[in-house]
C-alpha cells in the first residue's frame, strides 16, 4: 500500500522548529516508505491567515528540500465541507444549536457548581421542530454540533463512557474517553468550518493513510477518529510526537518570532532538518547529508514521548559538524556568491574552523584581505623573517620553515607557533597555519612579521 501524508499549516504565522519537526516527520515517512506528500494550507480563518505566510511556508520547506506531489488550500474546498456537513446532517450527527455563548458559560457554571463535568449536554437535540422555526424566525442563525457516538437509549449521555481507541505509531495503544467531551461544533454560527472537521473532510478526499502531528492533537484524534467513521471513511493511522521546549526563555510559537525556522537561514538545510528529526528519538543526532539518508533513519517507534528540549547552540554544533565534513563542490558556488576564492585548498584549510559557511568569509579576509598583525617580539619575527623559505609553497613548507626557526631560536611548542600565528593571522586560534601559509603568500607573509598591515 502507497501511504500517503501530509502536512498542514495555518498560514497565520511563521514555521518554527516546532512545527518543522511535524513537517520533517511526516515528510520523511513519504520518502522512506514511497509514498506520496501533500502541503495543505489550513487556512480556514480567513480573518489571520495571509498569503504572505503561506508564501514563506513554501519558500521554507523549499529551502529545506522539501518536494511535494500536491499542494491543496482549504478555502478552495468549501464545497466538499458543505456536502459533507449535509451528509452527516442526514444521519442525525449533526445538529443545530442556538445558544448564546453567555447561556452556554452560565450553563456550564451551574454544571461545576454542582459538582458535574463541564459538558454540553444536548439540549439542542431535544428542541421540537416548532422550537427552532421558532428561534430561526427570531433571526438566531445556529452552529452545528456533531454528536459524538457515546449516546445511550434516548439520546442522553451514557454512564459508561464510550472508548474510541487507536494503535499510535508511538505512543502504542491509546483510548480517549468521548463520554467525557462534548459535542464539538463543526460548523459556526457564520457559517465557516473548523479545523475539526475539514481536516477529516480532506484526509479523506486525499486518501491520507498516516497522519504524524503533535501529542497536543491526541483528543482531538479521538473526535476525529469517530468522525472518519460517521462520514463512511476508516480512519488512518496516528502518530502523535511529543513537543518540542524551547531552551531559556525563547517560545515555540509562531506569534513569537524566536523560533521561527527564517531567522536561521544561515545554517546549513540538512543540518537543520537532521536535528529535527533526531531530536528527541532514541538515536544519535548526527548530521545526514541528504533527505534520503534520512529518511532511512526515520523510525517512529524510536520517537520518545517525552518533550524534548529545542538548543539552538546544539543545532550550531551540528551545523559546524555538518561543514566538517562537507566536499568543496557542495559549497563552491556560494563560496564565490560570498566573494570567497582560493578554491579547494582554502576551502579544506579552513572548513574545520566554521559554524556557518558566512564564517569563511572571515578567513577569506584573514588569507587576502589586509589585517593588523599582533606583534609581540620583534626580535623573533624578525628572524622568522630571514629563514622564510623562497616560493613555490606547498604544505611541507610550514614544516621547513618553523623547523628552521626552531633550530636558530630554541623556541618550541606554544612559544614557537603561537607568534607566528598571531603574526600571520592577527588571532589566537584558527585553521591550521601548514595550509594557510601557501595562501597567504611570502610577500603577504613577510610584511605581517614586520607588523604591518596587509
Ligand atoms: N492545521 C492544523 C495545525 O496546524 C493541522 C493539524 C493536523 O495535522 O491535523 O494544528
New binding site residues.
Given amino acids: 500500500m502507497t501511504p500517503h501524508l501530509r502536512f498542514?499549516?495555518?498560514p497565520t504565522g511563521y514555521l518554527h522548529f516546532g512545527?518543522l519537526r511535524?513537517a520533517v516527520l511526516n515528510y520523511l515517512f513519504a520518502r522512506r516508505y514511497g509514498g506520496t506528500f501533500l502541503l495543505r494550507l489550513?487556512d480556514t480563518d480567513q480573518e489571520r491567515s495571509t498569503e504572505a505566510f503561506a508564501h514563506q511556508i513554501r519558500e521554507d520547506l523549499a529551502w529545506l528540500g522539501f518536494t511535494w506531489d500536491r499542494e491543496a488550500r482549504q478555502s478552495d474546498r468549501t464545497d466538499r465541507y458543505t456536502a459533507a456537513a449535509e451528509q452527516l446532517k442526514a444521519a442525525g450527527r449533526l445538529y443545530a444549536c442556538f445558544e448564546t455563548p453567555d447561556e452556554l458559560e452560565r450553563r456550564r457554571k451551574r454544571q461545576l457548581a454542582s459538582g458535574r463535568p463541564p459538558i454540553y449536554d444536548r439540549a439542542a437535540l431535544k428542541l421540537t421542530s416548532e422550537e427552532r422555526a421558532k428561534l430561526t424566525a427570531e433571526g438566531r442563525a445556529p452552529h452545528w454540533r456533531f454528536r459524538l457516538d457515546n449516546a445511550g437509549p434516548g439520546g442522553g449521555l451514557q454512564p459508561e463512557h464510550t472508548n474510541v481507541a487507536w494503535d499510535d505509531l508511538i505512543r502504542g495503544t491509546q483510548t480517549v474517553d468521548l463520554g467525557s467531551l462534548s459535542d464539538p461544533v463543526l460548523i459556526r454560527a457564520d457559517g465557516t468550518f473548523l479545523?475539526t472537521f475539514t481536516?477529516v473532510v480532506d484526509d479523506i478526499d486525499f486518501g491520507i493513510t498516516h497522519?504524524i502531528?503533535g501529542e497536543d492533537?491526541v483528543t482531538n484524534t479521538g473526535v476525529q477518529v469517530d468522525l472518519f467513521r460517521a462520514l463512511g471513511a476508516t480512519p488512518p493511522s496516528f502518530a502523535h510526537h511529543a513537543l518540542l521546549t524551547a531552551s531559556g526563555d525563547l517560545k515555540m510559537s509562531k506569534r513569537s518570532g524566536d523560533m521561527a525556522l527564517m531567522g536561521s537561514r544561515d545554517l546549513e538545510p540538512m543540518a537543520v532538518a537532521s536535528y529535527v528529526a533526531l531530536i528527541g528519538t532514541s538515536d544519535a543526532i548526527e548530521p545526514l547529508r541528504s533527505m534520503a539518508q534520512l529518511a532511512e533513519r526515520l523510525d517512529l517507534s524510536h520517537v520518545s514521548t517525552s518533550a524534548a528540549r529545542f538548543d539552538l547552540q546544539e543545532l550550531r554544533a551540528l551545523n559546524a559538524r555538518f561543514l566538517h565534513a562537507t566536499p568543496f563542490a557542495e559549497v563552491a558556488e556560494r563560496l564565490i556568491a560570498m566573494g570567497v576564492g582560493g578554491g579547494e585548498a582554502f576551502w579544506l584549510a579552513v572548513r574545520g574552523n566554521v559554524t556557518v559557511l558566512a564564517d569563511a568569509k572571515e578567513w577569506w579576509d584573514v588569507v587576502g584581505g589586509e589585517i593588523s598583525p599582533v606583534v609581540e617580539d620583534v626580535g623573533f619575527l624578525a628572524t622568522a623573517a630571514e629563514l622564510l623559505p623562497a616560493e613555490p609553497w606547498t604544505d611541507a613548507t610550514w614544516g621547513e620553515w618553523t623547523g628552521a626557526v626552531k633550530t636558530a631560536t630554541g623556541a618550541k611548542g606554544r612559544a614557537l607557533f603561537h607568534p607566528l600565528r598571531l603574526a600571520l593571522t592577527a588571532r589566537d586560534s584558527g585553521p591550521e597555519l601548514k595550509a594557510l601559509l601557501p595562501l597567504i603568500g611570502r610577500e603577504k607573509v613577510l610584511a605581517r612579521l614586520s607588523g604591518q598591515t596587509a
Fill in positions: 498542514a499549516p495555518s512545527n511535524t489550513d479545523y481536516s497522519i502531528r492533537h
